[in-house]
């Protein structure tokens, strides 16, 4: 089944302790980027990544880092997590940057404490 | 500054009736645009889409209408059920380094029984 995963699904964390969201797509494609749904703002982009080693600043990149070692995942990481990265975190993946057609995968909502 | 504009965050409509949902943009060079669905605890997910070469595209109980004079889409769902009550994401992008999905905040659509 063609999908994107993504671990954890739910997160509560301290401030200032490092985690990272990890996301997986099976569908070989090459653009992945993720996003963040809060209220009232609907979806922003943090990140995201043309292919393989090649990675981009979205509109909210701040206090967030990505790599793209391999096509298949693009992990999210929070080096020193504050209570306003509080949100719903949701990974996409597609084909290439001009395919719009993006595939989302569950959500991973994080608590920061 | 929000390119892409949900401006009504709810809508409620008797089943069987049809739904409207209205979307407004500002940027001249978004030239694609899609309907994304999001239910509770799901990644949203793609429902329809419009280039800016057409002014109406039809799938099945859904259109999307496309006013680029005013700027304005609009998506159609007739008859509406009950299954389709769930959170819709206006998206749109422009092509080559303007290709960036840009989403608007969304509109909760419930749909009565």
């Known amino acids: 089944e063609a999908q994107v995963t993504q671990n954890p699904r739910y997160l509560i964390t301290v401030t200032g302790k490092k985690l990272t969201v990890t996301c997986s797509q099976n569908?070989?494609?090459?653009?992945m980027s993720w996003y963040r749904q809060d209220p009232g703002l609907g979806l922003r982009q943090i990140y995201y990544?043309?292919?393989?080693?090649?990675?981009d600043k979205g509109d909210v990149p701040e206090g967030y880092k990505v790599s793209r070692k391999e096509k298949r995942n693009f992990p999210l990481i929070l080096e020193s997590p504050s209570p306003n990265q509080t949100s719903l975190y949701f990974c996409?993946?597609?084909?290439?940057?001009?395919?719009?057609?993006?595939?989302f995968g569950p959500g991973t909502r994080l608590t920061v404490t | 500054d929000q390119q892409v504009k949900q401006n009504s965050p709810s809508l409620s409509v008797q089943e069987g009736r049809i739904s409207i949902l209205n979307c407004d943009y500002t940027?001249?060079?978004?030239?694609?645009f899609l309907w994304y669905k999001k239910y509770p605890a799901e990644g949203p997910t793609f429902l329809i889409s419009?280039?800016?070469?057409?002014d109406k595209n039809e799938d099945g109980r859904f259109t999307v209408f496309l006013n680029k004079s005013a700027k304005h889409l609009s998506l159609h769902i007739v008859p509406s059920q009950p299954g389709d009550s769930a959170v819709y994401f206006c998206?749109?992008?422009?092509?080559?380094?303007?290709?960036?999905?840009?989403f608007g905040k969304g509109i909760t659509l419930s749909v009565r029984p």
């Open positions: 996409a993946s597609s084909l290439s940057r001009n395919s719009y057609e993006q595939y």
């Open positions: 569908m070989n494609h090459e653009y």
């Open positions: 990544s043309m292919n393989v080693e090649v990675t």
């Open positions: 940027n001249s060079m978004f030239d694609y």
């Open positions: 419009i280039s800016s070469i057409k």
């Open positions: 998206a749109a992008s422009g092509t080559g380094a303007n290709s960036k999905l840009t």
